[in-house]
């Protein structure tokens, strides 16, 4: 069956930095595009970055342009999402998505950001 499960999260300062990673298992990885999303408290789901199959594509929102990289690791069926100069607003539950079963959410990762 579909398994993701992310990690990585944590307590960070702003300005400082995080890696989550997402292991991915029950679906033909390499031939999915991913992405990873954000819910803040109290507010809606939010995509946050996108990555093509074999990663030459990606595309953010404006929010993290600049500031977060996705990227992937198909050998290891895993999706990454660094992020660097994080700010409170970063604050949120990150999960991630594989296009082919859009409808499945792990259980995600917490990263807050707060001095």
């Known amino acids: 069956q579909v398994q993701l499960v992310e990690s990585g999260g944590g307590l960070v300062q702003p300005g400082g930095s995080l890696r989550l990673s997402c292991a991915a298992s029950?679906?033909?990885?390499?031939?999915?595009?991913m992405s990873w999303y954000r819910q803040a408290p109290g507010k809606e789901r939010e995509l946050v970055a996108i990555i093509s199959s074999a990663g030459g594509f990606t595309s953010y929102v404006d929010s993290v342009k600049g500031r977060f990289t996705i990227s992937r690791d198909n050998a290891k069926n895993t999706v990454y999402l660094q992020m660097n100069s994080l700010k409170p607003e970063d604050t949120a539950v990150y999960y991630c998505?594989?296009?082919?079963?859009?409808?499945?959410w792990g259980q995600g990762t917490q990263v807050t950001v707060s001095s």
């Open positions: 998505n594989a296009g082919a079963v859009p409808w499945y």
């Open positions: 029950g679906f033909t990885f390499s031939s999915d595009r």
